[in-house]
């Protein structure tokens, strides 16, 4: 038995976290076997982590595994932001892969270092399709599962699919340019996908569904993706009610709003993950006569994976958060983008949350650490992750608070929330397996990994210019903060 010691613990009780001081937790295999007061026992193993918040693994289940596109797509005007986009002619006539299924591997596993060293243990992993010459593979959501297993990292995937896509046409409108048998034929690399993974019996790996966003979607895909997710008793996640056009480009297409669709054609349900949710007819954004959405949500069970640093850069806010917890919604959380550091993602969405409710107490961090553990877990059907208590599977994380820049201590929550970030992880088990220790990887050559992942950066940003209904050259597309002397 492993005996890991802190000065601050967040253990469970009453269905919820609370502080331990100067506490232990003690695992025996892949499991919690007690949480209390440092004692003696008859351990092969003590720890001591010190000045650290021990607390339950962290749960991202929108975690970006892409290489960084934020970097160069937040920041840009709508005539630009055009250019970020395939041409009808490109999705037409000559798209392509830009990376080899090695460097896709590769970019995944680099994705699944990095959300380890910012302590997250259990992830639905996202790539932009951008990059690719349609959508995943099974091939592709094959790598991804063995290299999380390599790794320890916990992961619920599966290809992502889509029947058509974001376009824009010559005269410079948005559109959708349709597949549909490319649609089919990614519903059934996933379907392939949910049938290799049961083969694995692994609690590390775990087939979802995870068709694209709404609006790329056909009638028929989104029925056989319920039909199939309500045969397999599998989550499904779909990105919609994320942005004014999304609902735009559905409303054209199908004669109702995203939420009606998710209804009727079945998929909204307990066992689907919603991210953003922030497009509600409630959304002051939104022009609409109802205000039935929040309640449609809450009866269907559907949970709503918020990401607040991400929508906060491509500029939306959830509103709000707090409007949300109180009418029952569920929430969980996820980064979306890069850093995948739900710690500095809670920051973000506390502060917005104020900023949207006037209030200083419009959302707390615990309210957002709770949706990143317990949240996370209850969207997935997991009571026994996302807490620290006896019997619950050995997830475990453990922040630093002694850096001199973190400064004074108060709270250790809001310290670290405040103060730190992720990066201030120090220790990671993951099913009692410690895949991070002092801040590392074992076996992990990062300079070498960041290497490759720059070079397959500069080619990835590159290879808008390709895609851009205008052809304008990368310097145009992504000009830089300030000019070169």
Not at 277 to 284: C, E, F, I, T
Not at 406 to 432: I, K, Q, W, Y
């Amino acid at each position: 038995m492993k005996c890991l010691r802190a000065e601050h613990v967040l253990g469970f009780r009453d269905g919820g976290h609370a502080f331990l001081r100067d506490g232990q937790v003690v695992v025996d295999g892949t499991r919690i076997v007690s949480v209390g007061q440092r004692a003696d026992g008859d351990f092969t193993e003590v720890i001591e982590l010190g000045d650290v918040l021990l607390m339950p693994g962290l749960i991202d289940l929108d975690a970006l595994t892409d290489i960084d596109h934020a970097l160069i797509d937040s920041f840009q005007p709508a005539s630009l932001g055009l250019g970020l986009q395939w041409s009808r002619e490109y999705a037409e006539s000559r798209r392509s892969a830009v990376f080899s299924a090695d460097e896709r591997a590769f970019i995944r596993e680099f994705g699944f270092v990095q959300l380890l060293l910012h302590g997250v243990t259990t992830a639905m992993p996202i790539a932009s399709e951008v990059h690719s010459d349609w959508a995943e593979t099974y091939a592709d959501a094959v790598a991804m599962a063995q290299a999380a297993q390599r790794l320890g990292l916990r992961v619920y995937l599966g290809p992502a699919y889509r029947a058509g896509v974001n376009v824009v046409d010559a005269d410079g409108t948005r559109s959708i340019y349709w597949q549909p048998e490319l649609g089919e034929a990614g519903l059934a690399d996933a379907t392939r996908f949910l049938d290799w993974a049961d083969q694995q019996d692994s609690d590390l790996i775990h087939g979802v569904l995870l068709p694209c966003r709404i609006e790329t979607l056909t009638e028929p895909l989104m029925r056989a993706t319920a039909k199939l997710a309500a045969e397999r008793n599998v989550v499904v996640r779909l990105h919609a009610l994320q942005g004014l056009l999304e609902r735009d480009f559905v409303l054209a297409e199908h004669g109702m709003p995203p939420l009606a669709l998710l209804a009727e054609t079945g998929l909204l349900g307990p066992n689907l993950l919603i991210p953003h949710g922030v497009y509600l007819d409630s959304n002051p954004l939104v022009d609409a006569s109802t205000d039935d959405d929040l309640a449609t949500i809450v009866d269907s069970g559907a949970a709503v994976i918020h990401c607040p640093l991400t929508s906060a850069r491509y500029g939306s806010a959830l509103d709000s958060f707090g409007r949300y917890q109180a009418a029952g919604v569920r929430l969980c959380l996820g980064t979306d983008s890069f850093p995948p550091d739900l710690i500095r993602g809670i920051d973000t969405g506390v502060n917005i949350a104020k900023v949207v409710g006037h209030r200083l107490d419009a959302a707390t961090y615990a309210d957002y650490l709770t949706a990143a553990t317990i949240g996370g877990a209850n969207a997935l059907g997991r009571p026994d992750l996302g807490r620290i208590e006896p019997g619950a599977t050995a997830d475990l994380v453990a922040f630093r608070l002694n850096d001199p820049r973190t400064g004074v201590h108060d709270d250790p929550l809001r310290t670290l929330c405040m103060n730190a970030s992720a990066r201030e992880t120090d220790f990671v088990m993951v099913a009692g397996r410690i895949v991070v220790r002092d801040s590392t990887i074992a076996g992990i050559d990062l300079p070498a990994m960041m290497t490759r992942a720059q070079s397959l950066f500069t080619r990835m940003r590159e290879a808008y210019s390709g895609r851009d209904y205008q052809s304008r050259p990368t310097a145009e597309l992504f000009p830089p903060s300030f000019p070169d002397l």
